[in-house]
């Protein structure tokens, strides 16, 4: 839930966009794609490289995250 209020918030700190890092590195995948759908909603260029590392370690397939990820990469 985290994740998704984290899409509604309008101005992001430093404290907010490190719990979005480090939702993007949860261990719990509906987690990690809650993540990367706030980036979708908000699109932040200092997660590219983040985004690039949860696609790497994502489970083939797990298309959905996958997918999630291209278009918040997009």
Known sequence: HVMRVLSETPDWNDDLANVLRAGLKDDDPFVRR??????IARPDGRFIDDLFLLQARTASDDVHALHTIKIALR
Do not use: F, G, R
């Not at 809650?34 to 980036?39: R, Y």
């Open 34 to 39: 809650a993540a990367a759908e706030t980036l």
